[in-house]
């Protein structure tokens, strides 16, 4: 109801014909739709041109701090993308804080992540001893490559550049901030068309383009066959060469440093003022207030998402009937393929009128929210629920545990670990989502982040650092968050009870 | 007095940050069309060895000799060792055809000779017709045939084997013990096998050695 009918109601909207040919007829929306296309291409190109080299070498060798170098390469991915816009407005250099290269550069920068997870969680699991096959039969290092490792990897490849074109298509926060008004997106067009100009049919109508384009990208990267490698992930290579252990750990801290770089800008920027040393940034009342409105509004969200994610996670890892899965793989990513933008548009849309009058509720907001962590969570658990061997069940089965004992001492100690990913995906989702919020919030529940697109909008040195100070605050958060799940989760252990 | 076809002279390999060495000292001679069988338990570090003798691990100390060619530190493309792996490991998004033809491919056979080689290959293993199988739906003894098929295919100087038996049931590891000792004599080509089954070793090699009698004693 949350994710399906908003999208009906906007699609409904904009069946109006003349709206949806004035994008392709209005020469400006079509330069815009063309400059979102080409700078989405150029990202995903720049992504997997750093994002490839850097999953071989995370994946596939043992060098000092491996473990924690991958964890830091993550770290971009749960950044709300406002902060990371903002990170690289601070870092350009004056004739760059806007417009498609900062932009391509943040969108680089956000999506490493995603081709280091994807493609790498495919490389650990390619045995080395394909390629060394290969090159006992004569292939060079290139070849071996081109003709072994590359074809083994191609779907995950092309997987993982539908997603980063589709995130770089529809992000909005780094787009708002790094774009500017020379260089709109869809995105920041169909904010503008519904709360600036209040057209809300042409609003309705670049959303149906924009869903267009996504479905069509990701119909076009869409890979059902995937070679089966092995479950098990392979133990990386240790390189017998000194020289290329400390190159490997070289280069991999450089992209952990890289990542870390714009925060540290942003949190000196925070501190600093003509003045020199400051926390005035950091004591505005209204941030607090609003950091504790984005807390309360993500632990809602999350717990709903995990509701949520986790009945549809378990529906799809359970059933027996394939077309039931991949109904309900379709319907719950969604919103991977409405934007945030399009989905608040939806909820504007749709709880208008009474009886679901709800717009100026305080719930939709973290409704909203669950609904755009809900596809992170049911692809966090799913897979990890289709591990788990019947067999396991079955013996406890046999052993006399019912049903709901089985589920509890089997499933659920195996499920644990990615709940709280999930959990920990969805609250940094929540904490940084603009672009929904942008549409949904009312006065008295402003939002960190919908507080630094408000500050950020206004003139002033003393705003802008609010703003930042503000940022910093998210991005501490988020990264908080997602280190305390990767290194407070493995100390939890089973306490043995006979 | 002529020198062996293969000699490893003092070999020692060691893994990276490890203060034990896998094996110390360690020397073998091979005649020419000589099948040696290195027999040894789990473990004591035969594989190691193979992969040191084909370039996939660099010795710590010691050197091998192949036709009178150094080739402690050439690059294992350019030293043209076959080797089968235990496990086979045959590409999967290659057909059977495609994965025997895939060395003959690297030395740059004209399509028409690839097309002959594979054929001829296929009839050693006694695999005829199997050239556009899928390599998921083959069992395992085929699978293993048709890694001996693949690593024979481009005429390597010397063909180690790793075990390419395990995993097999016994009767068929019998089986095709015999076929491939038929295939190693008609290929004219000086193998390696490591092993810890005495019979197969007593089926497929001229020479038995144990592992522990390779190296020096200290």
């Known amino acids: ?498 | 007095m002529t020198s062996p076809f293969l000699e490893i002279s003092q070999l020692s390999f060691r893994v990276p940050g490890n203060a034990l060495p896998i094996f110390d000292q360690l020397s073998l001679d091979v005649a020419e069309r000589e099948i040696v069988a290195i027999l040894g338990p789990s473990g004591s570090g035969k594989s190691s060895l193979l992969r040191t003798v084909c370039g996939l691990h660099s010795p710590s100390n010691g050197s091998i000799t192949l036709r009178g060619t150094d080739i402690t530190n050439s690059a294992p493309h350019q030293r043209n060792i076959g080797m089968v792996f235990q496990g086979t490991f045959l590409f999967p998004h290659l057909t059977v055809g495609e994965n025997i033809a895939y060395g003959l491919k690297m030395k740059q056979f004209s399509k028409e000779s690839r097309k002959q080689r594979v054929d001829e290959m296929l009839n050693l293993v006694h695999l005829a017709n199997f050239s556009n199988r899928d390599v998921s739906h083959l069992s395992g003894g085929e699978a293993a045939r048709v890694a001996i098929a693949r690593a024979l295919a481009p005429s390597p100087q010397i063909l180690l084997l790793d075990e390419p038996l395990t995993g097999l049931d016994e009767q068929l590891r019998v089986d095709l013990a015999k076929d491939l000792r038929e295939a190693l004599t008609a290929s004219h080509i000086t193998s390696i096998l490591v092993t810890h089954d005495r019979n197969e070793a007593a089926i497929i090699a001229d020479r038995i050695v144990r592992f522990a009698d390779l190296i020096l004693p200290t």
């Not at chain 1, 644990?416 to 009312?442: D, H, M, Q, Y």
Request: hydrophobic share 50%; aromatic share 12%; proline share 5%.
């Open chain 1, 1 to 498: 109801m949350f994710v399906l009918w908003p999208t009906l109601v906007v699609l409904s909207k904009s069946i109006d014909r003349a709206s949806l040919f004035h994008v392709l007829s209005n020469s400006q929306l079509r330069q815009m739709l063309w400059f979102t296309t080409w700078q989405a291409v150029l990202s995903t190109i720049g992504t997997l041109a750093i994002g490839l080299p850097a999953a071989l070498v995370l994946s596939r060798y043992s060098f000092k701090l491996r473990q924690m170098i991958r964890a830091l390469t993550f770290v971009p991915f749960v950044l709300p993308t406002i902060v990371v816009g903002i990170a690289f407005a601070s870092l350009a250099p004056t004739h760059y804080k806007s417009g498609p290269l900062p932009l391509i550069l943040a969108h680089i920068y956000l999506n490493i992540a995603v081709v280091v997870r994807i493609v790498g969680n495919r490389w650990e699991k390619l045995p080395t001893a394909f390629n060394e096959s290969a090159s006992l039969l004569g292939a060079r290092p290139f070849t071996n490559f081109r003709t072994i490792t590359f074809p083994l990897l191609r779907n995950s490849i092309i997987g993982a550049s539908g997603i980063v074109f589709v995130f770089c298509f529809s992000t909005y926060g780094a787009a708002r901030v790094l774009a500017g008004p020379r260089f709109p997106t869809i995105e920041t067009e169909i904010y503008r068309y519904a709360f600036y100009i209040g057209n809300m049919s042409q609003a309705s109508a670049l959303v149906v383009w924009q869903l267009l384009v996504i479905l069509l990208v990701l119909a076009l990267t869409y890979r059902q066959k995937n070679i089966f490698l092995s479950q098990r992930t392979l133990t990386p290579l240790s390189c017998e060469r000194r020289n290329k252990r400390l190159a490997y750990f070289v280069c991999s801290s450089l992209v952990a440093l890289v990542t870390l770089l714009p925060i540290v800008i942003l949190f000196f920027s925070s501190v600093h003022s003509t003045q020199g040393f400051t926390l005035s940034h950091w004591q505005a009342g209204e941030l607090w207030t609003s950091f504790l409105t984005s807390l309360s509004i993500a632990l809602v969200a999350t717990l709903l998402a995990l509701f949520f994610g986790c009945s549809s996670a378990f529906a799809i890892a359970y059933s027996t009937q394939v077309k039931y899965q991949r109904m309900m793989q379709s319907l719950t990513s969604l919103p991977i393929v409405i934007s945030a933008v399009a989905l608040g548009l939806g909820y504007l849309l749709a709880f208008r009128s009474s009886p679901m009058n709800w717009r100026g509720s305080f719930w939709l907001l973290p409704i909203a929210h669950s609904a755009v962590a809900l596809p992170f969570v049911v692809r966090i658990i799913t897979p990890a629920a289709q591990e788990i061997q019947p067999e396991l069940r079955e013996n406890a089965l046999l052993l006399g545990a019912n049903p709901w004992k089985v589920w509890t001492s089997i499933d659920l100690p195996c499920l644990l670990r990615p709940i709280a990913v999930a959990a920990s995906f969805a609250f940094s989702i929540s904490l940084g989502e603009f672009g929904a919020s942008s549409l949904l919030t009312r006065n008295g529940h402003q939002t960190l982040a919908m507080r630094i697109g408000q500050l950020l909008s206004r003139p002033g040195e003393l705003l802008q650092k609010q703003a930042i100070a503000s940022s910093c605050l998210l991005a501490f958060s988020c990264i908080a968050i997602a280190l305390t799940v990767e290194y407070a989760m493995p100390l939890i252990r089973h306490k043995g009870k006979l």
